[in-house]
């Protein structure tokens, strides 16, 4: 059960990790058009705020890893609510789909940590 939870909680922050490169770094680009949705009009205008979010999310991935290289299992609950928080806040307000990329995997990851102790 351990190992499964540490599995998970890892796959949560390289997520995290993967949608910080995302709003960043490839905001403007064609892939982080698609993986968004968004207009090329759009994305230029908003690539500083999505920057910004991008950052956020790489803080959720270093406290995840953080968690997970010493150990430390409150480190792991704390940063995977904040995941789930986030996740559930971004699905009522922008788009149902984050719940089940971001929200649903950390649940699962928190319920293995929980389960695991």
């Given at each position: 059960?351990?190992?499964a939870a540490r599995i998970l909680v890892g796959?949560?922050?390289l997520i995290h990790l993967y949608i910080l490169v995302l709003e960043m770094f490839l905001w403007r680009t064609d892939r982080g058009?698609?993986?968004f949705g968004l207009t090329e009009d759009f994305a230029r205008q908003s690539a500083t705020l999505a920057a910004n979010q991008g950052l956020y999310n790489g803080f959720l991935a270093a406290g995840l890893a953080f968690g997970l290289?010493?150990?430390?299992?409150s480190f792991q609950i704390f940063f995977l609510s904040c995941v789930v928080i986030a996740g559930i806040y971004g699905a009522a307000t922008v788009s149902r789909r984050?719940?089940?990329v971001q929200a649903t995997?950390?649940?699962v990851a928190l319920a293995l940590v929980l389960l695991a102790r």
């Open positions: 059960m351990e190992w796959l949560v922050a058009r698609a993986a290289a010493t150990g430390d299992v984050i719940l089940f995997p950390a649940v």
